[in-house]
């Protein structure tokens, strides 16, 4: 099953100059496989505080076991979709 994720946040919440912050975000790319997680791909618009992840998974449980310990750092979007 495959996951669009996109996290945001405004400027007055951004992390970006926060190194425990930055290191957490980080991360779920590494952390991704011990939740059985495939990480397609992680894209970035810094001007819009905006991150998207192509993630494919099993369950939904796997995805939420993934992001809980970065939840509180912005708004997540999480989409199952399905390969066209």
Known sequence: MFFVVKHSHDYSTCQAHNPESVAAMGDLVTRASDHGITVHGRYGNRLEHTNFYILEASSMEDIDALF????EMGNWD???VVKK
């Open 68 to 71: 809980d310990p970065v939840l």
């Open 78 to 80: 999480i989409t199952p």
